[in-house]
């Protein structure tokens, strides 16, 4: 029933940029938690960012150079990313949440390479 649908990953040179979209279907998105997460090659899955309403919340490594937003007219939360390097490149999860749930996109590439 519910689905999260990532997009906009690709291939980037150092210092370039990049925007990622979530599309959410089958949720009350405007309620939800919506973040961002990555997981690089053979690391962990970390917390890259996060909204809740208008407030957001950065990892220490990516303050200052991405911007999460959302557009719940479209279901869609976004991930800007600027200044980008080489350790970012990962796949990058969607994730919403709220109480009693918790659900996940499939993910898409992010490789940031000259």
């Known amino acids: 029933q519910v689905q999260l649908v990532e997009s906009g990953g690709g291939l980037v040179q150092p210092g370039g940029s990049l925007r990622l979209s979530c599309t959410a279907s089958?949720?009350?998105?405007?309620?939800?938690?919506m973040g961002w997460y990555r997981q690089a090659p053979g690391k962990q899955r970390v917390l890259v960012a996060t909204?809740?309403?208008?407030?957001?919340n950065y990892a220490d490594s990516v303050k200052g150079r991405f911007t999460i937003s959302r557009d719940n007219a479209k279901n869609t939360v976004y991930l800007q990313m600027d200044s980008l390097k080489p350790e970012d490149t990962a796949v990058y999860y969607c994730?919403?949440?709220?109480?009693?749930?918790?659900?996940w996109g499939q993910g898409t590439q992010v490789t940031v390479s000259s």
């Open positions: 089958g949720v009350a998105f405007s309620i939800y938690t």
């Open positions: 909204i809740t309403g208008s407030i957001t």
């Open positions: 994730n919403a949440q709220r109480t009693f749930r918790n659900v």
